[in-house]
């Protein structure tokens, strides 16, 4: 790494070079090889894949851009970022467009939809890193409650939509920002506990259809036909497809249908069925070189903005991950969130790719 | 604060981070560890359960039903065939509103509520995706409509099945019998497995009784679907064994010319082959067209055929029950002779009157009517039987009591069911004393032996009971029991051909020659004077048969005429007439068709009976004379 910072050093920079000197070749890798594993389930349905094909190349697109900007653009723009997510997040409450019983997105004129809450998994990272870039770190305890505030604004938004798993999980990669930015263990574990304390209070505010997820991740059986269906049918996807997979394409559980949603949430359920343990568990790893790759940039970042908007963009794209995965195993009741840079649809690869743009800035700017 | 220039991120709070980075990893490493369990888990460990339930979901074993073995008769008539006929098939699953869907389709082909009935409770059997039919027998231009509108409810279909077909409809009915569409009991009753997609089961007559046979094995395909139930393809197939062919010993010609000799009236032939007891004949009328039962009749027509007082759907020649009437008189002859009590040469004066020795009670011959009571006059066995003598056989019962008489008869199969294959046979009534306490807490009296020698009381048979006797007479005492199957292909397993019958004791050969010159006297005895002639001569002997046929008329009383009074056929109502009976075979010498003939409420046996039986045998007998 040492050769392209040294390189960017240089008094002469051709465009052709600033193309290509803002991005970290691993982490790049790491992005393509993921992406690709989506490739080879969605490949099979033509207008899914040439979808999926055109959301990344914009996707790219947005990364080459954000990664040329330099971080102290992000630090000085962060705020009103964060200020117009949340004013689109309150616009959708209002005019978004309501799809299976939720307004999450908001349309633009000429038919393109967006989810305000994609942007706030960007801005959520970003505002923190600015917010605990001013105040100094360790944070001091009424940093970290305005710290949360500015997570639990949005959070408090999407879930009005609602969308309580977006919602929790863009506040579990905010407080892994808190954690980042050196907020004491003994706080953490305060939290923890007192989540723990809280959580019959949380079943009780939960909505009906949300307590049936839970219910139904413990025992699917229990509505077969109905509620359980996706978990039952997931877990049959990925168990019957052992340890090497029924090969690639002969998936039966995704091929006849079987599998909902086999394209988008559910995708790694297929990856499972037709590439077995072995192809996930190589997702697994990828996906963990990732994040290793994206924690090592924060690590290496100048300054507590970028390190930890760097590390909480990680942790967002990995709690994200997780879940997904966790629920498909029936781990996690089925909230609806697609799997990073594998799911077809919305415009999550978008906001990934923007977001790893954003990664890339910090770790090829660090001369700023 | 931060130091922007700290470029290598190393600072003290850089340090921190770094520690931090790395726990929030090594936290990010175990949950995918934990992550990674549950997969080895779940495609590890329970690979097993979850590979059966992956192949549960898209492997369906979908039932072949095998066609029906068909039935013929003994010259190759096709008497049950199967034919193609397309139904209204349902997918339940693909259906939300299923109540709204069978309106809907109510209104392009007639559905009745009682289809819609049979309709939801098959769905209750039937198993996932599989077609349940909500119509069956569509015509063609119902068949058009729905086409033309299906797309509407997918889910809705046209399907083809082979439904069975009775090409004789109603002249087979009884004999044949028929299939129905399996319901709820019998799905309960019938062997899973071997029913498994099979719609129809023999219900009636030799379609029920030779069920095994006619079945054949239900084939298995495993179909690969998808979550909407489609098939994508055929894994394997093991393909039905078609049911096995079934040839009776009926003849369709024969049947018809029985049915036509009826000529519509109420009543039943059975005739029977001699030498192998094969039932040629067997005509219960009126008939019924079985293919309306096949797939479901239409109630109404239903109510009419059930509440008839004419009873098509009564199988009259097997399980109607009659008193045999004068055709009990043969048997009561050669009881007596076997027991010693008379012979042919003993003579008594039947001045048409019999009483029990100081009794008042007085018993009439059946030529009796008010104000002639002549009688038969001098009367020998030979006689008695060919002028059916009433007093030679009240006296002659009454002097050789009912033990004798009884057990004599039962060589007969009266009383029980002989019958090899004849589904629902019934074994009618032969009385004794242990009988009568039995079943009327009462002790025999000698009137109960008078009202015996006459074929009356409480003595019950069936027309195929009665037409036994008489191939058992015209077999001079051997036996055949009277079966349906000639052959069927293949070998018959489980086929039982009964404990074969020993031969009829205490008759000499002598004795049954006499008989069956007797019965031969009953049909050709003519031109002898008054009260000297054949019962039957006048009706049916007077012209040239071109062959010798022995026979016997009866007739039995359906109702009580009180003593004293005149039985006026005129003042009856015309279900409370006699039945007319007459039991036959020919050609006499060496018998090839035994019959017998019921007309109910229809009067006298020789001149009502006797003609249908005369018509059977001609049939029977006389295309063969002409190619003689």
Redesign the interface.
Known sequence: MATTYVRSLGARTTRRRIYFEHFDPLLLLGLLTVILFGMVILYRDQDVMIGQALRVGVGFVMLVLAAQVPPRVYLRWTPWVYAGGLALLLVTLFLGVTVNGSRRWLELPGGLRFQPSELMKLAIPLMLGWYF?RR???PRFRDVAAGLLFIAAPAVLIVRQPDLGTALLLTAGGL?VV??A?IRWRWILAAVGLAAAAAPGLWMAMREYQRDRVRTLFDPEHDPMGAGWNII?S?????????FGKGLDQG??S????LPESHTDFIVAVI??EL??VG??LL?VV??AV??RG??I????????A?LAV?GLM?TF?VYV?VN??MV???FPVVGVPLPLVSFGGTSVISLLAGFGIVMSVHTH??? | MADPFDIHGLGTEGRAFTVRALVVFLVALAMMLVLLARLVQLQVVEYDSYRIRSDDNRIQVRALPPDRGLIFDQRGGLLADNRPARSLNVVTELIDDLDGVVEELGALVDISERQIEDFHERIARRRPFEPVALRMNLAEEEVARVRVNGHRWPGVEIGEENVRYYPLGDLMAHAVGSVRRVNQEDAQRLDKRRYRGVKFVGRLGVEKFYEDVLHGDVGWQHIEIDARGRIHRILDETPAVVGRDVTLHLDSFLQGAARDALDGRRGAVVALDPKSGGIRVLVSNPGYDPNLFVTGIRSDLYQELASSRDAPLFNRAVQGRYAPGSTFKPVVALAGLAAGVTDWERTIVDRGEFRLPGRKRVYRDWSWTQGNAGGQGIVNLRKAIYRSSNVYFYDLATRMGVDALSSFAAQFGYGEVTSVDVADAVPGVLPSRAWKMENRGDRWYDGDSVNLGIGQGDLLVTPLQLATVAMVIANRGHWARPRLLRESGGAQPGFDLGEPRPRVAGVTDADWEALVDAMADVVHRGNQGFRENGTAWFHIGRDDLGYRMAGKSGTAQVVEIAQGEEYDEEALDEYSRKHAWFIAFAPAEDPTLAVSVLVENGGGGSSVAAPVARAVLDAHLRPRLASL
């Open positions: 870039h100094g770190l360790p892994g954690v980042l050196g049918q877990k049959t996807a990925v168990g019957s497809g052992g340890v039966t559980q091929r006849l249908d079987f499972g069925e077995g343990l996930v568990t697994i996906y963990l994040l290793a924690l090592y924060a690590t290496q970042a100048s300054g507590t903005f390190r590390g942790l990995f997780f995965i966790a195993c029936g781990l660090r001369n700023w």
